[in-house]
């Protein structure tokens, strides 16, 4: 599998030398950027496939840079950040980035991070993008043509609203997606009655979906945050 291109924007050179000499060590091909108007510029150039960003940037807030990334590109970005509040991680998830990754981190949590994106990447890849594919992860079959999911081969007995979360969830998979994102998606609001809800019905979808809800294998629960479905 080939490397990814991966676009480091970091304005504290230290940071940058860390993270640039760690990706050149395991051979992947990287640009940097030290400030957003350049990440912008190295972004639309060079079409990354994956972007490491800082948010602290000197001109620009980094949740600016995800914003107008996603106008035209939905490369994944992995957020390097000293910001640790779930507030600061909630506005970048919800601005389009695909991880967040908290400073001071180790590179070997640095390079998983990767390793899962990578995945994802190729994943994506070798999907098509037409509405008639079949999503599987594991034991779990969604067919979205027919509008209907299967477990271990049976048929799963699903509400319109935990198939519409599950099919979000697996067009999504191996991404954090954060309450707003959630229930804006499948009620076109946040309300908190709303958030509410959703807790309720991932509890109900879990139970048909996973062996152990206490222990799920297929949707992972981010504190304060969201729901990621995992690539089994």
């Not at 990814?4 to 640039?20: G, K, R």
């Not at 299967?150 to 509400?159: A, I």
Request: net charge negative.
């Amino acid at each position: 599998m080939n490397k990814p291109l991966i676009l480091v924007v970091e304005d504290d050179p230290s940071v940058q030398n860390l993270i640039t000499t760690t990706l050149k060590a395991h051979d992947y091909h990287y640009l940097a950027a030290s400030n957003g108007q350049s990440a912008i510029l190295e972004a639309s150039s060079h079409n990354p496939d994956v972007v490491l960003l800082d948010l602290g940037l000197p001109d620009l807030d980094g949740v600016e840079i995800i914003k107008k990334i996603r106008t035209w590109s939905n490369m994944p970005i992995i957020v390097i950040s000293a910001r640790s509040e779930d507030t600061d991680k909630i506005e970048a998830l919800d601005a389009g980035a695909d991880d967040y990754l908290t400073k001071p981190f180790s590179v070997e949590e640095l390079l998983a991070r990767l390793r899962v994106t990578q995945r994802r990447l190729l994943m994506m890849q070798s999907e098509t993008s037409s509405e008639a594919s079949v999503f599987v992860n594991g034991q779990l079959r969604i067919d979205y043509a027919a509008g209907c999911a299967f477990l271990d081969g049976e048929e799963l007995h699903l509400t319109p609203i935990e198939y519409k979360l599950l099919c979000l969830l697996s067009r999504n998979v191996g991404k954090v997606l954060t309450h707003t994102f959630i229930t804006k998606s499948i009620w076109g609001s946040n309300w908190d009655s709303y958030i509410a809800s959703l807790r309720v019905f991932m509890a109900t979808l879990r139970k048909k979906i996973e062996s152990k809800p206490g222990s799920p294998q297929y949707i992972q629960t981010h504190i304060g945050v969201g729901y990621r479905m995992v690539k089994v």
